[in-house]
Nanobody, 118 residues
């Protein structure tokens, strides 16, 4: 089973930007879907972004609250996925988890904390 390791979290002021990285222990060619979830304090984990194959182009989907501000991407050469986060808001404060689907298995990393103070 593939293992995922996130990095890039930290403290950023409102309106700022941050880039999260996720490195996979195996080739991401074997992964049906890559993505990011997050869990804010006192709330349930929620889907943030997904990227998967759709013919020639990637298929991407986003939670409504982050569309237009967050962008997911992947690099097959580096076996990595990224989440570019712009115009960050206090409500984006959460632990962000890298996600992968491999056949019927779902895998998450340990998470990286993003804090946007109000």
């Amino acid at each position: 089973q593939v293992q995922l390791v996130e990095s890039g979290g930290g403290l950023v002021h409102p309106g700022g930007s941050l880039r999260l990285s996720c490195t996979a222990s195996a080739s991401i060619h074997s992964l049906t879907t890559l993505g990011w979830d997050r869990q804010a304090p006192g709330k349930e984990r929620e889907l943030v972004a997904r990227i998967s194959d759709a013919g020639v182009k990637d298929h991407k989907e986003y939670h409504d609250s982050v569309a237009g501000r967050l962008t997911i991407s992947r690099d097959f050469a580096k076996n990595a996925a990224y989440l570019q986060m712009n115009s960050l808001k206090p409500e984006d404060t959460a632990v962000y988890y890298c996600y992968a689907k491999q056949n019927c298995d779902e895998v998450w990393g340990e998470g990286t904390l993003v804090t946007v103070p109000s």
